[in-house]
Nanobody, 126 residues
Framework: QVQLVESGGGLVQPGGYLRLSCVAS????????IGWFRQAPGKEREGVAC????????VYADSVKGRFTISRDNAKNMVSLIMNNLKPAETTDYHC???????????????????WGRGTQVTVSS
């Protein structure tokens, strides 16, 4: 059974830092594409940062480029998201999701992913 469990969310001040983790079970993560997604109130779900299964190619939302970094640890069957300089508008739940190897063009699309974790809450507030 494919399962993804996120952790690392919490309350952080604007400009602060968080590290999210997503641990996978029931499958070997290195053979799958995986990414982090969020959906702010009133907005569509967006791919924040995603990483391919093949060559480790990554895609980031324009709004997070230079501030967020996604990485995978295949030995631990885990993917992490480092988030720097967080902004209040980024307050929401963050979910990791995975699926079989995806074309690079689909890597950042939420619709391409079948398996989702329950999410971890990130609150950016002073």
């Amino acid at each position: 059974q494919v399962q993804l469990v996120e952790s690392g969310g919490g309350l952080v001040q604007p400009g602060g830092y968080l590290r999210l983790s997503c641990v996978a079970s029931g499958f070997t993560l290195d053979a799958y594409a995986i990414g982090w997604f969020r959906q702010a109130p009133g907005k569509e779900r967006e791919g924040v940062a995603c990483i391919s299964s093949s060559d480790g190619s990554t895609v980031y939302a324009d709004s997070v480029k230079g501030r967020f970094t996604i990485s995978r640890d295949n030995a631990k069957n885990m993917v992490s998201l480092i988030m720097n300089n967080l902004k209040p508008a980024e307050t929401t739940d963050y979910h990791c999701a995975t699926d079989f190897p995806l074309p690079f063009g689909d890597l950042g699309s939420p619709m391409a992913y079948s398996y989702w974790g329950r999410g971890t809450q990130v609150t950016v507030s002073s």
